[in-house]
């Protein structure tokens, strides 16, 4: 499998992904909003576009779709329940499907609410697993939940699903807000060296040239999968008074998520 990441260098800071088979230059673009910038990077590598996958239903990530299907005829993709909402869907997708790239890649398809209620991410099992997460996981973050989505589902996704892949998955998320992510984190966890020491490198490096990190480096630097940490649910309930002097992981996600919509 090659991966393609393409920074939109927009306001949205968007990364989009051009995902190849090796053997026979077939390729699917996820999430092209910046549709010329995937068909160039295609064209430029020899590959054929003849699949889109679009990981949820807002505009920054499927607007690019009508025009990259007039360039290549591509097929559209998406979940079953965002078809009517994005419109020009070819085939709805629901959680075990399983996208075939050529012939050397498969993509599996986890149903991953919380973000917008109908979001998928695509898990790469192939030389290595890889997830394209779309807008529920981030590097150092998570999505928020303010356009049609639920927190206590992102809860959910986070804890009985992405949480429990393989800790070598590598993560490519549908933004680049590491840097503010991993601010947010030693805003929340003073002492998380960590997050200091990933911060220091990363202000140093522009966003195309941005790290892919794996679960096991986010772990270490996530708040949202740090949810015991003594640290984060001391400074969390100075903020948050109603968080219980021995919260659940569940409310220390949900005080967590509400508390950097507002910072």
């Not at 303010?146 to 804890?159: H, Q, S, V, Y």
């Amino acid at each position: 499998m090659i991966v393609e990441r393409i920074w939109a260098a927009n306001e949205l800071r968007n990364y989009h992904y051009v995902v190849a088979c090796s053997e026979t230059g077939e390729a699917l673009v996820v999430d092209p909003l910046d549709w010329r910038a995937c068909l160039q990077r295609a064209n430029e590598r020899g590959w054929k576009i003849t699949q889109i996958v679009n990981t949820h239903e807002h505009k920054d990530h499927t607007a690019g779709n009508a025009e990259l299907v007039k360039a290549t005829g591509a097929r559209v993709l998406a979940h079953a329940r965002a078809a009517s909402m994005i419109g020009g869907v070819d085939q709805g997708l629901a959680a075990g499907d399983v996208i075939t790239i050529g012939r050397s890649v498969e993509l599996e398809c986890l149903d991953t609410p919380g973000h917008t209620l109908a979001h998928v991410c695509l898990l790469a099992h192939a030389e290595g697993p890889a997830l394209f997460s779309g807008d529920t996981l981030f590097n150092a973050g998570v999505g928020h939940c303010r356009g049609g989505g639920d927190p206590e589902l992102l809860f959910k996704t986070c804890a009985q699903q992405l949480a429990r892949l393989p800790t070598s998955t590598r993560i490519y998320p549908g933004h680049d807000y590491l840097l503010n992510n991993l601010r947010f984190t030693r805003h929340v966890e003073t002492n998380n060296q960590a997050a200091a020491d990933w911060l220091a490198r990363s202000e140093k490096v522009p966003p195309e040239e941005q790290a892919v990190l794996t679960l096991a480096q986010e772990f270490t630097v996530n708040s949202f999968f740090r949810l015991a940490e003594p640290g984060l649910i001391d400074t969390l309930r100075q903020r948050v008074p109603t968080l219980p002097a021995r919260p659940t992981p569940r409310e220390v996600f949900l005080a967590l998520r509400e508390l950097r919509n507002s910072w």
